[in-house]
């Protein structure tokens, strides 16, 4: 793997991070609005929500960059299954 791969793919890493950080935070400040209905703190989602638009292209573009070097395939149909109509016995 190149080293320009290895930096897009941890690029990726960071979004994941990132989202996953603002989903712990909101966690943490939740409140309970009755009925046993909770809401999580609104604030580190507004934050996440800034950059998403940014975000999603971008790791469109890493995904279809990494996979045009053939270094993410589709998998071949798993032996004995035949319902395409393409499998070997």
Same mark, same amino acid.
């Not at 979004?15 to 409140?31: D, F, H, I, N, P």
């Not at 032996?79 to 109509?85: E, K, N, Q, V």
């Given at each position: 793997?190149?080293?320009?791969? *290895? $930096?897009? &793919? /941890?690029? !990726?890493?960071?979004?994941?991070?990132?989202?996953?950080?603002?989903?712990?935070?909101?966690?943490?400040?939740?409140?309970?609005?009755?009925?046993?209905?909770?809401?999580?703190?609104?604030?580190? *989602? $507004?934050? &996440? /929500?800034? !950059?998403?638009?940014?975000?999603?292209?971008?790791?469109?573009?890493?995904?279809?960059?990494?996979?045009?070097?053939?270094?993410?395939?589709?998998?071949?149909?798993?032996?004995?299954?035949?319902?395409?109509?393409?499998?070997?016995?």
């Amino acid at each position: 793997m190149t080293p320009a791969t *290895m $930096q897009m &793919l /941890r690029e !990726i890493w960071t979004y994941a991070e990132l989202a996953r950080s603002a989903v712990y935070a909101g966690e943490q400040g939740a409140r309970e609005y009755g009925n046993g209905c909770w809401f999580l703190d609104e604030r580190p *989602m $507004q934050a &996440l /929500r800034g !950059i998403l638009p940014f975000w999603f292209p971008r790791a469109n573009e890493i995904i279809r960059l990494i996979g045009s070097q053939t270094w993410m395939r589709s998998l071949p149909e798993p032996y004995g299954r035949c319902d395409t109509g393409r499998c070997k016995r």
